[in-house]
C-alpha cells in the first residue's frame, strides 16, 4: 500500500510539474520551434539505436515490458486532459514522445517474439539472393526491428492525431477516439476466434500489445505458439483487418483534419506511416489468400519432419 501510495504522489507531482514546465515550454521555446525540434528528434533516435543495439545483444528483458506497452499506446490521449501537454499547432511535448519510445524499447524484444528466433528468421523481402542481406543477417535483422517498431507504433500515433485533433477542437476529433478502440476491440475479436482452442486469449493480448503480424511471423514454428501456417494465417488476418477497421477509416479522417485545420505536421507523418505499412501488411494477406506464397507450405513440411524426428 505505501509503495502505491508513493506512486501516486509522484504520478501527481510530475503532472503538475510537467504541464507548469510544458506551458513555459510554449512560451519560450516556440520563437525557436526548428532548435527544440531537432532537440527533442535527436534525443528520439538516440534511444532508438541504442535500443536496437541493446536489442540485438539480447540485453533487454523478453517479456516484462508488453503489458505495459497496452495503456502506452494511448499516452497523448492520458496527458490530452493536462494543460500544455499538447498543442494544435506543435503536437505532443517531446518528453510524451521520450516517454513512449522508452516503453516501447524496452518492449520490444517480447513484441517481435525473440525468445522464439524470430531474429534468425529475419529477411528483407526479395532480397535473399545477397550476402549481406540474407535471412538472419545484421541488415535482414535491422529492417525487422525498423518495420516491427513502426507497426508497433502505429496505435501510438493515431492516439497522438486524436489527442492533436481534440486540442484543435476539431468536429470529427471523437469520431477518430471511436475508431480507435473500436477498431482495436475488434481486431482483438477476429484474432480470439481465429485462434486455436484454448489460445484466444494469447492471441487477443498479443493484439491488444500492439505485436506486429510480421514478428508472429518469424518467432512461428516448433514450439512457438504457432505453426508457421497459422502464423501466416494470423499475419494475413490481421493485416487485412486492420487496413479495413482502423488504417483506412483513420487515414481518411486524418486527412481530413490536416486539410481543414492544418495542424502539427506530426500528423501528416502519422498518416504516412500508418498507410505504408498497412498497404504491407494488406498486399501480404492477398498473397496469402490468393495461394501466392509457397513458404508457408515449405516450413510445414519442414516441421513435419522435426515431429517426425
Not at 28 to 37: G, K, M, N, V
Not at 198 to 221: D, K, Q
Request: hydrophobic fraction near 50%.
Amino acid at each position: 500500500m505505501k509503495l502505491l501510495k508513493w506512486m501516486f504522489r509522484l504520478s501527481v507531482f510530475f503532472g503538475l510539474f510537467g504541464s507548469v514546465v510544458a506551458k513555459e515550454a510554449d512560451k519560450h521555446i516556440a520563437a525557436d520551434f526548428s532548435w527544440w525540434a531537432a532537440c527533442g528528434g535527436s534525443v528520439l533516435a538516440l534511444e532508438i539505436l541504442v535500443g536496437f543495439l541493446a536489442w540485438l545483444a539480447d540485453w533487454l528483458p523478453h517479456s516484462a515490458f508488453c503489458l505495459l506497452h497496452i495503456p502506452a499506446q494511448f499516452l497523448p490521449l492520458m496527458v490530452n486532459f493536462l494543460p500544455g501537454w499538447v498543442d494544435c499547432e506543435t503536437g505532443l511535448w517531446w518528453p510524451v514522445h521520450w516517454t513512449y519510445t522508452l516503453v516501447l524499447v524496452l518492449s520490444m524484444p517480447g513484441l517481435t517474439q525473440s525468445p522464439s528466433g524470430s531474429k534468425q528468421n529475419a529477411s528483407i523481402p526479395l532480397m535473399d539472393w545477397c550476402t549481406i542481406t540474407s535471412k538472419g543477417s545484421y541488415l535482414a535483422q535491422a529492417y525487422f526491428y525498423v518495420t516491427s517498431f513502426l507497426s508497433a507504433s502505429d496505435q501510438y500515433l493515431d492516439s497522438m492525431t486524436a489527442a492533436i485533433a481534440l486540442q484543435c477542437e476539431w468536429r470529427l476529433a471523437w469520431m477518430m477516439v471511436s475508431v480507435i478502440f473500436v477498431s482495436l476491440a475488434l481486431q482483438a475479436l477476429a484474432a480470439a476466434v481465429a485462434a486455436e482452442e484454448g489460445r484466444g486469449l494469447a492471441s487477443a493480448i498479443n493484439v491488444l500489445a500492439g505485436t506486429p503480424p510480421e514478428a508472429m511471423l518469424g518467432g512461428a514454428g516448433q514450439g512457438a505458439l504457432m505453426t508457421r501456417h497459422q502464423a501466416h494465417e494470423y499475419a494475413a488476418s490481421q493485416g487485412l483487418a486492420k487496413l479495413v477497421t482502423e488504417n483506412g477509416p483513420q487515414a481518411y479522417l486524418a486527412i481530413k483534419f490536416a486539410k481543414e485545420v492544418k495542424p502539427s505536421p506530426m500528423v501528416w507523418f502519422s498518416v504516412a506511416m500508418s498507410l505504408a505499412l498497412a498497404t504491407k501488411a494488406a498486399i501480404g494477406g492477398l498473397q496469402f489468400f490468393c495461394g501466392c506464397t509457397e513458404e508457408d507450405e515449405e516450413s510445414e513440411e519442414e516441421e513435419e519432419e522435426e515431429e517426425e524426428e
